[in-house]
């Protein structure tokens, strides 16, 4: 077993480009014009800061100009391309510069803002769009750092930090870049990684509901169709003895009642596989589990089954909700461990008065230990080690045991996942039993049924 499986369904993550709307980028530089107006016009007229207030207008008018260019050219509900994205943030990162130059450069306490269009390119930006942001920011910062217009009062007294302490800002702000951009671009990655993955596991379930629901249409077909075909039977029998005289029309009349009766034997075989998938919503625990294991038994691996009745836990086995996420779950963990096996999986079962306990093993390489810690995680990196290296088609990104463990903990499981030997023994000291195991438990509370006697007819289903 092997926490890098892949499994169905396959699917195509959305793209991260085409994400930002042109809209909410207006929005921002909306935003950003009311402070920068009204952080100049307090400057001016509270603390008596001398600027030049028509540089200082016409910068600000460059983002009020492009917003209305953009506002009567685009769409509201427009979507920037990554090309969009990099030109609508470079801008806004150079026209910020620019009014700072004219503002004091970083003796300006606001130059601080020049960290936001870089977090945003990081954010939303593949990487080299993000880079082409972040580097012109460091580029921009170091110029302000010798080009700028001085503040002064109207008196003229100069208003100014230190040298070391401009020095000290300007190596803030480019830190602040790289940190910022890193710690963002780490966030939104993962955060992509968790909604793909979730999406696949959401098809996933959909897919076993639909093969389930089937089940149930298949019987109510095969209810529906029989009274129809019982007449169609009658009136070919019929037919044929009153044509006795032609026999070519009788032959014709008595192939139409075979065909009737083929008919009612296919829906009758449809009809009680349809019976036991809208009935059986609940199974023995050893049921679901060979249920599950089925579509693996025949990939020369051998399955050892201990699912019997004596448990811990007194009376039968219990019997468990068929839920198709129980199912599709434990599928795709015991095809991890077919997988990585070399001989035999071993599948085993035990209850206690409040938990059921199933265990599925194997005598693979087991998991590599630094990775233990991160099995369920979707779309781990790729990784060279023996396993993969004994099966050099398997590629795997870990979304097969994550769509595992997410829908086995939807109906109240809990996963543990471990190997049953110290990997670093030989192959004569490793026990039988020697590669991963995972423990699924569920409070049996979660998942038991009572057992009842007889499932009754099938139920009509109403559209």
């Known amino acids: 077993m092997n926490p890098l499986q892949t499994d169905e369904p396959t699917f195509d993550p959305v793209s991260t480009g085409d994400w930002v709307r042109l809209r909410t980028l207006i929005m921002l530089r909306w935003a950003a014009v009311v402070g920068q107006v009204a952080a100049i016009l307090v400057a001016r007229g509270h603390f008596d800061i001398a600027l030049n207030l028509g540089l200082c207008l016409s910068v600000i008018g460059l983002s009020v100009a492009s917003n209305l260019v953009a506002i009567s050219r685009y769409p509201e509900t427009m979507r920037l391309s990554e090309r969009g994205t990099v030109a609508t943030l470079?801008?806004?990162?150079?026209?910020?510069?620019?009014?700072?130059?004219?503002?004091?450069g970083l003796n300006n306490p606001f130059a601080l803002l020049l960290l936001v269009p870089g977090t945003i390119a990081a954010?939303?930006?593949?990487?080299?769009?993000?880079?082409?942001?972040?580097?012109?920011?460091?580029?921009?910062?170091?110029?302000?750092?010798?080009?700028?217009?001085?503040?002064?009062?109207?008196?003229?007294?100069?208003?100014?930090?230190?040298?070391?302490?401009?020095?000290?800002f300007w190596i803030a702000i480019s830190?602040?870049?790289?940190?910022?951009?890193?710690?963002?671009?780490?966030?939104?990655?993962?955060?992509?990684?968790?909604?793909?993955?979730?999406?696949?596991?959401?098809?996933a379930l959909a897919r076993e509901q639909k093969l389930t629901d089937l089940g149930g249409v298949v019987a109510a077909a095969a209810h529906e169709l029989g009274t129809p075909l019982a007449t169609i039977k009658l009136a070919s029998a019929e037919l044929a003895r009153e044509l006795a005289g032609s026999p070519d029309l009788k032959a014709d009349a008595e192939l139409i009642r075979d065909q009737a009766d083929r008919c009612r034997d296919?829906?009758?075989?449809?009809?009680?596989?349809?019976?036991?998938?809208?009935?059986?919503?609940?199974?023995p625990l050893s049921t679901v589990v060979r249920e599950?294991?089925?579509?693996?038994?025949?990939?020369?691996?051998?399955?050892?089954?201990?699912?019997?009745?004596?448990?811990?836990?007194?009376?039968?086995?219990p019997v468990i909700l068929r839920k198709p996420e129980i199912i599709h779950g434990l599928r795709n963990l015991i095809q991890n461990a077919v997988d990585f096996s070399v001989r035999g999986v071993w599948i085993d079962a035990g209850c206690t008065d409040r938990e059921i306990t199933l265990r599925i093993a194997d005598d693979g390489?087991?998991?590599?230990?630094?990775?233990?810690?991160?099995?369920?995680?979707?779309?781990?990196?790729?990784?060279?080690?023996?396993?993969?290296?004994?099966?050099?088609?398997?590629d795997g990104m870990g979304l097969g045991l994550f769509i595992a463990k997410t829908l086995l903990e939807r109906t109240g499981a809990s996963l543990r996942f471990y190997n049953?030997?110290?990997?670093?023994?030989t192959a004569e000291e490793r026990p039988e039993r020697s590669g991963a195991i995972v423990e699924v438990s569920w409070p049996r509370a979660a998942i038991e049924v009572a057992p009842r006697e007889g499932l009754g007819e099938n139920i009509p289903i109403v559209s």
């Open 365 to 394: 390489p087991g998991y590599p230990p630094h990775l233990i810690g991160r099995i369920g995680d979707p779309f781990m990196p790729r990784r060279r080690d023996d396993a993969v290296e004994q099966r050099p088609e398997y």
């Open 292 to 317: 599950a294991a089925e579509p693996h038994a025949a990939r020369g691996r051998a399955l050892h089954f201990d699912i019997g009745d004596d448990t811990a836990a007194p009376g039968p086995q």
């Open 266 to 283: 296919i829906l009758r075989s449809m009809g009680r596989a349809g019976k036991d998938d809208l009935h059986l919503r609940r199974a």
């Open 90 to 104: 470079a801008f806004d990162t150079v026209q910020l510069a620019l009014l700072l130059s004219l503002t004091g």
């Open 175 to 203: 830190v602040g870049v790289v940190f910022l951009g890193l710690y963002a671009r780490r966030i939104a990655s993962e955060i992509r990684v968790m909604r793909d993955a979730l999406l696949a596991t959401q098809m």
């Open 123 to 168: 954010t939303v930006l593949p990487g080299r769009g993000a880079l082409a942001i972040g580097l012109l920011t460091i580029v921009l910062a170091t110029a302000l750092l010798f080009v700028h217009v001085p503040l002064r009062t109207a008196s003229g007294a100069l208003v100014a930090v230190p040298a070391i302490f401009e020095f000290g």
């Open 420 to 425: 049953g030997s110290d990997p670093f023994l």
